[in-house]
Each structure stands twice: as C-alpha cells, then as structure tokens.
C-alpha cells in the first residue's frame, strides 16, 4: 500500500456545486471539487475549481490553500482586496467572513482541517 497520493485530476472523479443562492452576490459561480484524500482528525486535500462570479464566505474551517492558475480576490469583511494568481498562497482561519471572486477560473490545491 502507498504512503503518497498525486494530485492528478483523471485519478478522481470531480464532485459539482455552487455557492448557495442566498451568498452570491454577482454571476453564476461553479465548483468543481477533486477530493484526494481524508484522514483522521479531518482532514481534506484536493484540488477546486470555480468558474467567475462572487459571493459571501464564512468560515467555520482551517484552510492553506495554493492558487494553481486563474485570477481571484478575497476580502475579508472590513478589509482590504487580496488579489490572488498563480503562485500565491494563503490561510484562511475559522471565523474568517468575507467575499470570493473569481475574475478568471481559478484553480487551487487545499488542505482543510474541520
């Protein structure tokens, strides 16, 4: 048995969704979710996917994510725009409230503790 998994999408079939109608403030958000693996404690990694709009984000998880392509921004309620492209990563906490939006499909590898 291995002790690694890749993160290929063709290994995993993707799970669909969207945002829920009463978060989106703009466009016509799609997800698509390519969950890898689970562990003990959850834990979750993959990769997303979401196609161009905006919408309201609550957190109530720990996520370090890493942008794969696209272009996004992220607001924290009564912050500053965070604007995020390839290469760039980051943490979101519990407790964390604010908007995603994606300008270009944007693609990321996660890592989430529930």
């Keep these: 048995m291995a002790t690694f998994i890749n993160f290929e999408n063709?290994?995993?079939?993707?799970?669909?969704?969207?945002?829920?109608?009463?978060?989106?403030?703009?466009?016509?958000?799609?997800?698509?979710?390519?969950?890898?693996?689970?562990?003990?404690?959850?834990?979750?990694?993959?990769?997303?996917e979401a196609t161009p709009g905006k919408w309201r984000i609550v957190y109530d998880e720990w996520e370090y994510f890493n942008v794969l392509s696209g272009y996004s921004i992220v607001t924290e309620e009564g912050g500053e725009p965070v604007h995020l492209r390839e290469g760039d990563?980051?943490?979101?906490?519990?407790?964390?409230?604010?908007?995603?939006?994606?300008?270009?499909?944007?693609?990321?590898?996660?890592?989430?503790?529930?």
């Design 10 to 48: 063709n290994s995993v079939e993707p799970e669909f969704g969207a945002p829920a109608a009463d978060r989106i403030i703009s466009g016509d958000p799609q997800f698509r979710t390519w969950n890898f693996d689970e562990a003990d404690g959850g834990i979750y990694s993959g990769i997303w």
């Design 89 to 114: 990563r980051m943490i979101l906490k519990p407790g964390f409230k604010g908007t995603w939006e994606v300008i270009e499909t944007t693609r990321k590898d996660y890592v989430i503790r529930v």
